[in-house]
Structures are given as C-alpha cells and as structure tokens.
T-cell receptor, first 112, second 117 residues
Framework: GQQVMQIPQYQHVQEGEDFTTYCNSS?????IQWYKQRPGGHPVFLIQ?????EVKKQKRLTFQFGEAKKNSSLHITATQTTDVGTYFC????????????FGTGTRLLVSP | DTGVSQDPRHKITKRGQNVTFRCDPI?????LYWYRQTLGQGPEFLTY????????KSRLLSNRFSAERPKGSFSTLEIQRTEQGDSAMYLC???????????????FGAGSRLTVL
C-alpha cells in the first residue's frame, strides 16, 4: 500500500537555526498537505501543494512539491520556540479519492 | 460553530469492555474521517464518510470496530471487546468536499484518548 516516510524523525535546533524536513511517498501523489501538531495537541493544517515543482511560502516556512510529485519538503528559516511540534506531510494518491495518508512525522524541538 | 468536537476526551477501560466515541463535525462539512494515532506515529486512516455513506474502511479496522454516521451529521466509533493494543488517540476530522475541489483540507478534533488496562 501507499507509504509516506519523513526524515529526520527528530531534530533539536537552537533558536535562530534553520530546519528542514523531507517527505517521500512510495507512489505519485495528486497533491500533498502539511500539518503541524503541537505537543499534546491535534494536527492543524498548514498548506496544500498541487502542482509539480510548486513552491509556497508562509512567512518563515517554505514548502516545495517535487517535480515527480513523489516528494516534498518543509524548510523553516530562523526557527523560534513557537515552531516546536511535529510536522506531518499527508498525501492523496488520486484526485477525488480522499484517503489522506499521513507521513511518519518529524518532531522539532527548539531550544532558546 | 466551534470546530470539530469529540467526546469523551479520555476513556480508561478494562480489556474486554466495549467503548464508543462520538464526533460532531463542523456543521457545513460533508466528509467525516476517523484516524488513530499512537505515540510518536502519524495518524493512521481508519474510515471516512461522505454524508451518511461509509466510503472507505482501512484493513486496520478489524471486525471489532464499527463506525456510523446515521444522519450525515455526528458519527460514532465503537470498539467491541477492547484489547490493550487498541490504546491510542482516536482522532476525528471533517472537511468540505465539492465536485470542483481536487483535495480537501481536514479539520481535526482534539481527539479521544483510549487507555485499555
């Protein structure tokens, strides 16, 4: 079945350092979404990417969808303590087929 | 509307007992999803409904699990004869899907944490 892996599993950075998490799917995706889950919280939607090679920015966060639509990345510039949490990518294999498969997640810890 | 509501937030039960979780989605949303999340893992898809129709069930959902959405509004997830391996956070999410949207964004509830002793 469809699998979505993320690396690294865990990263601990000092505040102000950059952070990147990578997401890889075993199958081509029609689109990919990113969610953030704070400790003790539930996943909250961040962004959706649909087009091959698409790049979107939200303030310090940059999201990219690979040309082959099988991988994606999230880059955070100059991390802040508020960025702490687990970042999940989630993919739809087929347009109109709405089973969203979540990745394994990358847990980010930011020290002040 | 206050978002997706789940009840109870926490449930501790003994092995072999039945438990039921309830989810009230965002009122204008037509899709409702159940996911299960264990510590350190991503949410695992269990099932989803479009209105009252259950359109997809994961193989993770054994015959001890059943979900309903009788009137296309709230949903229940029942686990019969609970086992210790059922201990997890059960997350409900809803979304608004239209004929023109290729994908839909999930709004999650706070979850129902199940502990089976």
């Amino acid at each position: 079945g469809q699998q979505v892996m993320q690396i690294p599993q865990y990263q601990h950075v000092q505040e102000g350092e950059d952070f990147t998490t990578y997401c890889n799917s075993s199958t081509t995706l029609s689109n990919i979404q990113w969610y953030k889950q704070r400790p003790g919280g539930h996943p909250v939607f961040l962004i959706q990417l649909v087009k091959s090679g698409e790049v979107k920015k939200q303030k310090r966060l940059t999201f990219q969808f690979g040309e082959a639509k099988k991988n994606s990345s999230l880059h955070i510039t100059a991390t802040q303590t508020t960025d702490v949490g687990t970042y999940f990518c989630a993919g739809n294999k087929n347009t109109g087929f709405q089973k969203l498969v979540f990745g394994t997640g990358t847990r980010l810890l930011v020290s002040p | 509307d206050t978002g997706v509501s789940q009840d109870p937030r926490h449930k501790i039960t003994k092995r072999g007992q039945n438990v039921t979780f309830r989810c009230d989605p965002i009122s204008e949303h037509n899709r409702l999803y159940w996911y299960r999340q264990t510590l350190g893992q991503g949410p695992e898809f269990l099932t989803y409904f479009q209105n009252e129709a259950q359109l997809e069930k994961s193989r993770l959902l054994s015959n001890r699990f059943s979900a309903e959405r009788p009137k296309g509004s709230f949903s229940t997830l029942e686990i019969q004869r609970t086992e210790q391996g059922d201990s997890a956070m059960y997350l409900c999410a809803s979304s608004l899907a239209t004929a023109y949207s290729g994908a839909n964004v999930l709004t999650f509830g706070a979850g129902s944490r199940l502990t089976v002793l």
